[in-house]
């Protein structure tokens, strides 16, 4: 009669092991997030970000229920049900009995909904999103439930009923609107209209998050779902062997260190994945450092294509003053860089350099040539800028890594080390008038180099 009961343990065994997974996956997403430093809009780079911002639109969407500005919505129509049920069975006596219980519910009767590509937009700028593919954490904007005397009921749902409606209905939409606070998780990568990055799903990429609530609410949520998943595995585990026991009339006082044994081992399988999962975490961290610095180096070898258009604007001028030759030499030196904390030489801002050269030479001022080129190198220092932002927030939180326990101990595993900050300091987005009376130490070196 109990044949199933030799099985339970097992079913048990494989739905707890089910459960750390579920707990693993949502942990090692929680963790991917508190990876990623927040980005701005204008420091974006290719690859997998993270941003906050507004929802913004040229021309939005108006919601369906509550007509509501936004760039997405969905809505849904619920009808209310019940009925009387009359059923037979027999008792514990064998007497057959009838009896009447009432059933109720509520069945969608409609549903639909919009999504068009929006911007995020922060203090920096503006970037696109092609929400496509992404998961859409929206808010609710609208839940009313009505009779057929409220104009609602007709007006945005069906004109039949479902059968044995009790003639009510639910009306719930919800939506991103035009401004909402978003946190956006996904892959960025080239446009194909314009010279600008965008986001969009990408099938290689482990996220692709569109939220209203905030980084903080995520992760939080992500945690205890991670918790829970590990504690409700736990209960399995150990309770379907219960349940086995007192089908099979089985004393449970006399199973006790069976039960701990249970409870202990799958509490050791947890710890190892956690391990797993803690120490595939910082080798994660650690390669976004190191891809953190490659985009630095990315924006000054850009830069540094720039400085022959700029030899070429001013070469006119250099037989004029030596001081504008060594100018130039300094700027080309710009090139060569290494990482923080090796040995070799650093890197500095060149607007300083290029202000100067206007400032000593009035007549590039109205070149537009020179005028364009300034621009554009005024705009990569502020990307080189937001590069080395991005590099140290990562590379400190990185640090705070290594050194919290128990997260110390798990990086011993692969000798990982303390990742020094980018000390330069001189990438300024304000343009700074310098004297040229005298050369400069980086000009000096270039020139007798």
Not at 66 to 94: F, I, L, M, P
Request: glycine share 6%; net charge neutral; charged share 20%.
């Amino acid at each position: 009669m109990h044949d199933y009961a030799p099985f339970l343990p097992l079913a048990g065994a494989l739905l707890a092991l089910l459960c750390l997974i579920a707990a693993f996956r949502a942990g090692r997403r929680r963790r991917l997030i508190d990876n990623l430093p927040t980005s701005k809009t204008s420091g974006v780079f290719i690859g997998l970000v993270e941003l906050k911002g507004t929802a913004e639109a040229e021309a939005p969407l108006a919601s369906f229920l509550a007509e509501q500005a936004c760039v997405h919505y969905a809505w849904a129509v619920q009808e209310h049900w019940s009925r009387t049920v009359t059923e037979t069975y027999t008792d514990d006596k064998g007497n057959t009995q009838t009896r009447t219980r009432t059933e109720s519910g509520w069945t969608q009767v409609a549903d639909g909904g919009e999504t068009i590509a929006f911007y995020v937009q922060d203090d920096c700028g503006v970037i696109l999103i092609q929400p496509e593919g992404a998961k859409i954490e929206p808010l609710t904007v609208f839940d009313e439930t009505c009779t057929p005397l409220n104009a609602l009921y007709y007006g945005k749902g069906p004109a039949g009923a479902v059968m044995d409606s009790s003639f009510r209905r639910r009306f719930v939409e919800t939506a991103i609107p035009l401004k909402a606070n978003l946190y956006v998780v996904g892959q960025a990568r080239e446009r194909q209209d314009v010279v600008a990055p965008e986001i969009a799903a990408d099938k290689d990429a482990p996220m692709f998050l569109i939220s209203t609530r905030s980084r903080e609410q995520v992760s939080s949520g992500m945690k205890w779902g991670s918790r829970g998943w590990a504690f409700f595995g736990l209960l399995l585990a150990v309770g379907f062997t219960v349940w086995r026991d007192a089908v099979l009339n089985v004393d449970p006082g006399s199973r006790v260190v069976l039960y701990a044994g249970i409870g202990l081992g799958y509490l050791f399988l947890g710890l190892l994945l956690w391990v797993w999962m803690v120490y595939n975490s910082l080798v994660d961290l650690r390669q976004r450092v190191r891809a953190a610095w490659a985009l630095v180096d990315i924006q000054l070898k850009r830069r540094f294509d720039l400085i022959p258009n700029l030899v070429n604007c001013v070469k006119g001028y250099r037989d004029h003053e030596a001081q504008l030759q060594e100018q130039l030499a300094a700027l080309r030196t710009q090139l060569d860089a290494t990482p923080p904390g090796v040995a070799g030489p650093d890197h500095g801002a060149v607007s300083r350099q290029v202000m100067a050269i206007a400032e000593r030479y009035p007549e590039l001022k109205a070149d537009q040539a020179f005028l364009a080129l300034q621009k554009t190198l005024s705009d990569t220092e502020e990307r080189i800028a937001l590069a080395r932002s991005y590099f140290n927030e990562i590379a400190t939180h990185y640090n705070t890594r290594l050194e919290v326990v128990p997260e110390r101990y798990i990086a011993l595993l692969g000798a990982m080390k303390l990742q020094a900050l980018m000390e330069a300091n001189d990438f300024e987005r304000a343009a700074v008038k310098v004297d040229l009376a005298s050369p400069s130490p980086a000009a000096a070196s270039a020139k007798t180099g």
